[in-house]
Nanobody, 121 residues
Framework: QVQLVESGGGLVQAGGSLRLSCVAS????????MGWYRQAPGKQRELVAA???????DYADSVKGRFTISSDNAKNTVYLQMNSLKPEDTAVYYC???????????????WGQGTQVTVSS
């Protein structure tokens, strides 16, 4: 069993900052990607940022220059530093990880329960 637990969401004014954290725990042999998706009301879930085990990162165009993803591989933790927040960043943010548990199933996608980020204008 693998669990992803997010923290750090909340309410912030436009221009403010928040830092999200996500810890993966359980039967973990290897993690090759961790990242963040978000889903706003009435919209599809979209990739916000991702980081692989080598440290390479990928960002949605809408957050480049404002958000920074980082990870602590020893702690199976991924962070999302969000600066210069805009009302359009309001969404439920979901942690994602591509994890190998050492079984015959290979790498499997896991998701956190989501954390609400609300940016007021």
């Amino acid at each position: 069993q693998v669990q992803l637990v997010e923290s750090g969401g909340g309410l912030v004014q436009a221009g403010g900052s928040l830092r999200l954290s996500c810890v993966a725990s359980g039967s973990i042999f290897s993690i090759n990607v961790m990242g963040w998706y978000r889903q706003a009301p009435g919209k599809q879930r979209e990739l916000v940022a991702a980081i692989n085990s080598g440290g390479a990162t990928d960002y949605a165009d809408s957050v480049k220059g404002r958000f920074t993803i980082s990870s602590d591989n020893a702690k199976n933790t991924v962070y999302l530093q969000m600066n210069s927040l805009k009302p359009e960043d309001t969404a439920v943010y979901y942690c994602y990880a591509h994890i190998h548990s050492g079984t015959q199933y290979g790498f499997v996608d896991y998701w956190g329960q989501g954390t609400q980020v609300t940016v007021s204008s």
